[in-house]
Structures are given as structure tokens and as C-alpha cells.
Nanobody, 124 residues
Framework: QVQLVESGGALVQAGGSLRLSCAAS????????MGWYRQAPGKEREFVAS????????RYADSVKGRFTISRDNAKNTAYLQMNSLKPEDTAAYYC?????????????????WGQGTQVTVSS
């Protein structure tokens, strides 16, 4: 069992930056791929980014490519999402997820564990 806790969400102006963190419990964090998803009010949850167990492979949604960076620190059992050049359309609840396999994945069904989410609001 893995428990995930997100933090770092906030209200920020357009063009600003935030770094989200996802702290994981358990000894097997380093073997799991991690993902970030987001869900805006009235919309479906959408994929944002994924990182492999080693950090050597990443994948991004087109809407965030070049602005967001996913990373991880296996020694700290923590994954991160650095978000730069934020836009109002990035406003959403952001969720981290852990996948039992070590390779990146886009589909939400590929992830077994989910955090409770952290709210990001970008004002124009």
C-alpha cells in the first residue's frame, strides 16, 4: 500500500510559477512510476505528466510541454511538478498518482494509488 500526499497548491497570477510536491509512504516508491493529473470544475480528469521509476523517462501533455517539469527524488520518496508560465486554464485540482510498474503511462487506469489533490488557481 502506498499513500500519497500532495502539497504546494496556491493562488498565483498568470505568468507565475509553483512547485507541487507529492510525498509517498512505503518502501517501494523508487520502483513506481509517478504521474500528475488535474481536474478542473466540470471537466474530466486529464493527464499532465509522468516519470519513470529512475527519472530517466518522462512524458507530458501537449498543453503543458515546455512549461511544466516532472521530477523525483527517490531518497526522499517525493515527486515534484514544477509549473512555470502558468495560465488561467491551468486552474484545477492537481493529483499525483503511483503506478506499480516503473514505466511512464498516460492512462489514469494505469495508476493504482492516488493522492487527495491540491488546488492550483491561476488568476488573469
Amino acid at each position: 500500500q502506498v499513500q500519497l500526499v500532495e502539497s504546494g497548491g496556491a493562488l498565483v497570477q498568470a505568468g507565475g510559477s509553483l512547485r507541487l510536491s507529492c510525498a509517498a509512504s512505503g518502501r517501494t516508491f523508487s520502483s513506481y512510476a509517478m504521474g500528475w493529473y488535474r481536474q478542473a470544475p466540470g471537466k474530466e480528469r486529464e493527464f499532465v505528466a509522468s516519470i519513470s521509476w529512475s527519472g530517466s523517462s518522462t512524458r507530458y501533455a501537449d498543453s503543458v510541454k515546455g512549461r511544466f517539469t516532472i521530477s523525483r527524488d527517490n531518497a526522499k520518496n517525493t515527486a515534484y511538478l514544477q509549473m512555470n508560465s502558468l495560465k488561467p486554464e491551468d486552474t484545477a485540482a492537481y493529483y499525483c498518482a503511483a503506478r506499480r510498474f516503473g514505466t511512464v503511462a498516460i492512462g489514469a487506469d494505469d495508476y493504482a494509488y492516488w493522492g487527495q489533490g491540491t488546488q492550483v488557481t491561476v488568476s488573469s
